[in-house]
């Protein structure tokens, strides 16, 4: 590609509303053109990036094994009404109506769709097992749409759907899956982690989250340097501390906390550590009469560390709170601790609520907690001699860096990721809502197993920006960079020789099959090694009349501080060389 033949469009100024790195490079460098709130055009230089992870993609998924094919973008609501997503989706679904008045949807996702063919399609279990992948466009209605295509309403996306006979199959097929993950994040040349996530109302240990390492990431990810483990925040354990609990040394004491409501500010007011309080989070459940009518509210008091915070996914699978829960009303805290937030506490309650401690909390000795009265807490408190002992013991928290390692080897590290990638375990939820059978051996039916995979294609160069970039510019990994070399001639319009060597490199590099941009713009060197800095080509070899006399043209690749003399009858070679070592390793973060 010659550049006076493409499109090179960038920017001096980032667009005000660009919030994030990524956003604001790749406006500036010409990649993508905001629409509207939420929705891009991608430019011919973002395009080819998108493509070449779309490249990467395909291929890993082909070899698979898994089949592609397109699944329409607007589909009828009464198949979203038949796994009852249509009501229960929220305004993040689009709904629109044709001219005829009939619900349709603009696809987030496509498992409604994807089930609808198997259950079709798939008869016998000798057609077992199947798996179907598309990249296609998505949209989800976000509220607050940001950082360009990280958060973006309109978005391309590559998600596929496994369909076996049974359980231990499926299982198989997820393996297989997260393997070709692995491989594809491999080759994007990007530093990245696969880490346990929550499988929420389906359960099971088989859902992984594929992070890319960003300290921009929006998503905490815990992992142990010494051993393997790694999971999202909602996922990792919090183990229960080692040892028994202290003995009770203090006496319980009302103390004078006068306009001091959180647990940091009575720390400070009584000199001792924020680990000594305790903080009191008040939930509430619907109590439902036979017809399904609110008939009243069972109340919660979950107990946690002073310096710890509550994990909304973990308190979501306690007994009596699977099925949904909310933070108490204000009327509803008052009713049963006679006191406003601030200075709750388990003692001195006004009607019974449901307690649950946190494992640490179980554990303590002489802590602070509120005394269900403004202006106090009590000090000293303790289990078994001031209180009962918690009806519940259960893991409440987020973990903190230092936490000790649920494998047993070692202790927590936290770390940010942008998460571009989720293989996740279905089991029968789609095919059962959906009566989606086959014929199993005995010809009896049974229900399809389904696992599903997603990749964000149009979030992924956005992470990969969030991760590799300086005050130049973007700095792209070979695998996805819109060219993999640019050549810089300097004076091309003025001088026959450097003209002559640029369109034989050129011509060298485009037969080797090197994707390669010749810039003959003629534009000044400042202006157009900006330009290049800015989009993030890997490699970049200049030519000029002054380093011609001497036999050398100048090697720079984005990351280097300085450029090197290279012999120009060796510049092809050399440049075949910087590219082979470029081949991305496996990148996964150990």
Not at 189 to 212: T, W
Not at 261 to 270: G, K, R
Request: proline fraction near 5%; aromatic fraction near 8%.
């Amino acid at each position: 590609m010659k550049a006076s033949r493409f499109l090179v469009s960038t920017l001096k100024e980032a667009p005000a509303d660009a919030e994030v790195a990524s956003h604001r490079l790749m406006t500036r460098a010409g990649m993508v053109k905001k629409l509207g709130a939420g929705i891009y055009t991608y430019m011919p230089m973002g395009l080819r990036v998108i493509r070449k992870v779309e490249a990467i993609v395909r291929e890993e998924m082909n070899r698979a094994g898994a089949i592609e094919l397109t699944m329409p973008v607007v589909q009828p609501a009464e198949l979203w009404q038949e796994t009852g997503r249509f009501d229960k989706m929220g305004p993040e679904l689009l709904r629109i109506k044709d001219r005829h008045e009939r619900d349709f949807v603009v696809q987030p996702t496509s498992e409604e769709v994807v089930t609808d063919i198997a259950r079709q399609e798939i008869r016998s279990y000798k057609q077992l097992p199947k798996n179907f992948y598309q990249i296609q466009t998505k949209f989800r209605d976000e509220r607050r749409p940001r950082f360009g295509l990280m958060r973006g309403r309109e978005f391309i996306m590559k998600d596929a759907y496994s369909f076996d006979r049974d359980m231990a199959s499926a299982k198989a097929s997820y393996q297989v899956m997260a393997q070709a993950y692995r491989a594809a994040f491999d080759r994007f040349g990007l530093r990245y982690r696969a880490v346990a996530a929550d499988s929420g109302a389906i359960g099971g240990d088989l859902s992984e989250e594929f992070q890319v390492i960003a300290a921009t990431g929006e998503d905490a990810i815990v992992y142990c340097p010494d051993s393997d483990y790694a999971a999202n925040m909602e996922k990792a354990e919090a183990l229960a501390p080692a040892g028994a609990r202290p003995a009770a040394a203090a006496a319980l004491t009302k103390t004078p906390t006068p306009g001091k409501a959180t647990c940091a500010d009575v720390a400070e007011l009584l000199g001792v550590p924020l680990a000594t309080t305790v903080k009191s989070l008040v939930l509430a459940t619907d109590l439902l009469d036979e017809a399904g009518n609110i008939k009243g509210a069972q109340v919660w008091l979950l107990l946690l560390r002073g310096d710890h915070d509550m994990n909304e996914v973990k308190v979501g699978k306690l007994p009596g709170l699977e099925g949904g829960y909310r933070f108490a009303t204000l009327a509803e805290i008052e009713e049963h601790f006679g006191c406003k937030p601030g200075y709750l506490g388990p003692l001195n309650l006004k009607k019974p609520v449901k307690l649950v401690a946190d494992r640490e909390v179980a554990v303590m000795a002489d802590w602070i907690c509120g005394a269900n009265e403004p202006d106090f807490h009590i000090t000293g408190v303790n289990w078994g001699r001031d209180l009962p002992e918690p009806e519940l013991v259960a893991d409440l928290r987020n973990v903190v860096a230092g936490d000790p390692s649920p494998d047993g080897k070692g202790v927590l590290a936290i770390e940010r990721g942008i998460e571009v990638g989720h293989v996740f375990y279905l089991g029968t939820k789609y095919s059962k809502a959906m009566n989606a059978t086959f014929l199993e051996e005995d010809g009896k039916p049974r229900f399809l197993e389904m696992g599903c995979y997603g990749i964000g294609i149009t979030r992924l160069p956005a992470a990969a920006i969030e991760q590799n970039h300086d005050e130049r510019g973007i700095i792209w990994p070979d695998a996805i960079a819109p060219f993999t070399v640019v050549l810089c001639p300097i004076g091309m319009d003025r001088s026959e020789a450097v003209k002559a060597e640029a369109e034989r490199l050129y011509a060298q590099l485009l037969a080797a099959g090197v994707d390669v941009i010749l810039d003959d713009r003629n534009e000044r060197p400042g202006a157009m090694f900006a330009d290049w800095e800015l989009i993030g080509v890997p490699h970049r070899l200049t030519i000029g009349d002054k380093g011609l006399k001497d036999g050398v043209l100048e090697y720079q690749h984005r990351r280097d501080a300085a450029a090197t003399k290279v012999p120009a009858a060796e510049a092809f070679s050399f440049l075949q060389a910087k590219l082979s070592q470029a081949a991305p390793a496996a990148s996964a973060v150990a």
